[in-house]
């Protein structure tokens, strides 16, 4: 949705080439998270600690999108990555409390 290149005018950093070290790394890095809902299942610590981290980041970070706009050299208005962070930061937010308290959520 051209996030990256609008952060990147934003910030005035390039971003990586497609394909390069530090992209393939980024992408082994996000393919990495797909081991979470596996060690939970284990009950494995390393588990739930990414998944407190994958939550309470898109609950939390994700907000900034509504910020971005606010740097530009121009009226507020869309930001990339806006549109889908409505449904995200709900769902991270439930997964918090789920997290938090499990039982409650099977009541």
Known sequence: MDFFPAFSRLTGVATPE???????????????WL???ILL???NPLGEYL??????STGLIELA???FPTFEDRPYGYFPG???VVP???AAWWGLYRMKWPQ????
């Open 35 to 37: 081991l979470v809902p």
């Open 18 to 32: 497609e394909g390069s070290p530090l992209s393939l790394l980024l992408y082994a890095l996000a393919a990495a």
């Open 51 to 56: 998944a407190w981290t994958f939550f309470a």
């Open 82 to 84: 806006m549109a889908t």
């Open 88 to 90: 995200l930061i709900p």
């Open 65 to 67: 999108h509504f910020v």
């Open 41 to 43: 299942r284990w009950r």
């Open 104 to 107: 409650a959520s099977h009541a």
